[in-house]
């Protein structure tokens, strides 16, 4: 049956002004008699019930779902199931509460499950389909409709409402990605007139594979609407009665939160990460892939090999050497080749400060 926004008016009866037979779609009451039942427009409509005249046992539910003045149209007849009988004029019609009518209208239990908006997927990976009870007349905008995926989904993939086939999409990325939706799991679908969104769906595995060197694109961060969903199974052990630990071992590489003074392995750089000194000089490593190193060394009128304090990956950029405060000036100059890995320099005087930078 088509849904209608049913209608009621208390104390609406009236009588036939003519007779109707168990094939009439439309009745006519006596004058004025139309006006006790509800106006109707659109997808609206009331159930009425037809009495027969000294004999109230026989009876036959109608649906109407036209009504101009005292005619009454578009009737579904014999929805009690007795069968459409034939009246007469002078028979009762009245708007009263039938079990039929009562059946169509959702109760407090059925507006908790919310099964109206529910339904198991019945289409493919690429697929999504759901069949909805009562089925939709039309495709609703803003309506949620909740579904239990039978596939992992393929990337671009579409959902139907039963009525609408359209992309299934997240809201600032367009498609949803491949494998972002599980079998068995539950999700949310909007239509927003044109497309599906997808509302209710987190996985933080979706950026495996999108981060490097310590830094995270822009584009492998997604925030999806609802609410941020956090698997606490992946930070067991980290948190402290709802802080978190001041220090966490982390498995891998790298292995912990801050290095220490001279460590030049893998491990995270925190802002307390300073590393102000190695035997040789100091280093940084700037955000964009550079490291500048620095230090002290003394030819003292000969010629010394510098190793640097870390290996530059690629190579050494530039090297420059500067007078140290009240030294006599003097010319120190490389006398070999600048490897990645340190320098040779040579002088008839003594201390100078050195500076490297490379990539």
Known sequence: ????????????????????????????????????????????????????????????????????????????????????????????????????????????????????????????????????????????????????????????CTFSDGITTASLIVPGIAGVPANAMRAGGIYVATFDGTTFQLGSAQRFDMILGQIGNAQVPASAVVQWEASLVIAFSQMSGQLQNGQIASSIALPGSPTTTTQGVGNATTALATTAFVNPSSVLGSYRKDPDGNIDQWGLCNPNGGTISVTFPIAFPTACDNLAFGQVSGGATQAWTPTGSVSRTGFQVGNTGGQTYWRARGH
Not at 44 to 63: C, D, R, S, W
Not at 117 to 131: L, P, Q
């Open 1 to 156: 049956m088509t849904q209608y926004k049913y209608l009621f008016k208390d104390d609406a009866t009236t009588t036939l002004a003519t007779g109707i037979t168990a094939a009439s779609t439309s009745l006519q009451a006596v004058s004025g008699g139309g006006a006790l039942f509800p106006a109707l427009s659109g997808q609206q409509a009331f159930i009425g019930t037809l009495i027969k005249n000294g004999n109230p046992a026989i009876k036959e539910v109608v649906l109407v779902t036209g009504r101009s003045g005292d005619n009454m149209t578009g009737l579904t007849r014999n929805l009690s199931g007795t069968g459409a009988l034939t009246w007469n004029a002078g028979d009762t019609f009245a708007l009263l509460q039938p079990a039929e009518a009562m059946a169509l209208f959702a109760q407090l239990i059925d507006l908790q499950s919310q099964l109206t908006n529910y339904a198991a997927d019945s289409g493919t990976a690429s697929a999504y389909h759901v069949n909805l009870t009562p089925a939709l007349n039309a495709s609703v905008v803003g309506m949620p409709i909740r579904f239990m995926a039978a596939h992992d989904n393929n990337a671009n």
